[in-house]
């Protein structure tokens, strides 16, 4: 595949609340992965709503991986979602973003 871009990294950004979903919000998989973001931000002192993970795609890709075997070591019950498995149209949501680019 040919690299197009000039760019030195790739951001991913979500619009606020494009991917909350309450069934996802109630599960196990969840409340695993939301506190172990907010231990590793207690550790660090930061008290913000709003995280980014940023490192070499190999870095994050461990870090990801390593709460799946994590998951997978300690039966962590995951509850996967079933229906809308449609990507996010940023196009038809393109108001959500005007807040968060400020």
Known sequence: MENN?????AVFTFARGSQLNAN????DSY?????????MMIR???DTPKVGLGGTKEDVSCF???????Q???NVNIDYELGDTSEYDID????????ELV
Not at 24 to 27: A, K, L, R, V, Y
Not at 64 to 70: F, K, N, R, S, V
Not at 92 to 99: A, F, G
């Open 5 to 9: 871009s000039s760019k030195d990294i």
């Open 24 to 27: 996802i919000m109630e599960s």
């Open 92 to 99: 038809k949501y393109s108001d959500n973003l005007d807040d």
């Open 64 to 70: 990801i991986a390593g709460l799946i075997e994590y």
């Open 72 to 74: 997978l070591l300690y």
């Open 31 to 39: 409340r695993f992965v939301l506190g172990i973001i907010n231990s």
């Open 44 to 46: 660090n002192g930061v």
